[in-house]
């Protein structure tokens, strides 16, 4: 997902804020989430 969905998920929370995306949309199914960054890269959160 993007940074824009991300921030739409997480209720307009900050969505680099790593406490707020593994708080707001981890979950025990979930093993692994992209967020692209466009030209920056990505980011990633793993179980």
């Known amino acids: 997902i ?4 991300l921030s739409f ?3 307009g929370s900050d969505p680099y ?3 707020v995306v593994l708080k ?3 979950h025990p199914k979930l ?3 992209l967020v692209t960054e466009g ?3 990505c980011s990633y ?3």
């Open 45 to 47: 959160y793993a179980k």
């Open 24 to 26: 707001k949309l981890f």
């Open 2 to 5: 993007g940074a824009e969905e």
């Open 9 to 11: 998920l997480t209720g």
């Open 39 to 41: 030209q920056e890269g």
């Open 31 to 33: 093993k692994l989430l």
């Open 17 to 19: 804020d790593d406490n």
